[in-house]
């Protein structure tokens, strides 16, 4: 089994900046991803990284601002998030799956972190 544990979510003000972590725990895992899911709405994709760190894959919403990265080492993800605006107001989940190719469809992950919530104050 993978476990999944998301960290560096809060509040802040619009503009400002946020890092989340995901440290996994347990066997082998391959591409990883960041989802959210705001109040009243579908979880929705921001960002995934290939097994190995090559292959990138972003939302619209994400691309300038937002940045995935791993650290396979030290068995964690991270979603660097620069000038937060107002809409990015959500809770981020982490996610992994068996394969090494990142997705962007949130059926393709099978493992789950608990999530981190983001508020951010305009």
């Known amino acids: 089994q993978v476990q999944l544990a998301e960290s560096g979510g809060g509040w802040v003000q619009a503009g400002d900046s946020l890092r989340l972590s995901c440290v996994v725990s347990?066997?082998?895992?391959?591409?990883m991803a960041w989802f959210r899911q705001a109040p009243g709405k579908e979880r929705e994709f921001i960002a995934a990284?290939?097994?190995?760190?090559?292959?990138?894959e972003y939302a619209d919403s994400a691309k300038g601002r937002f940045t995935i990265s791993r650290d396979n080492a030290k068995s964690a993800a991270y979603l660097q998030m620069n000038n937060l605006q107002f809409e990015d107001t959500a809770v981020y989940y982490c996610?992994?799956?068996?394969?090494?190719?990142?997705?962007?469809?949130?059926?393709?992950?099978?493992?789950w972190g608990q999530g981190t919530q983001v508020t951010v104050s305009s």
């Open positions: 347990g066997r082998n895992y391959g591409a």
């Open positions: 996610a992994a799956r068996d394969y090494a190719m990142p997705s962007i469809d949130v059926d393709a992950y099978t493992y």
């Open positions: 990284i290939s097994g190995f760190g090559v292959n990138l």
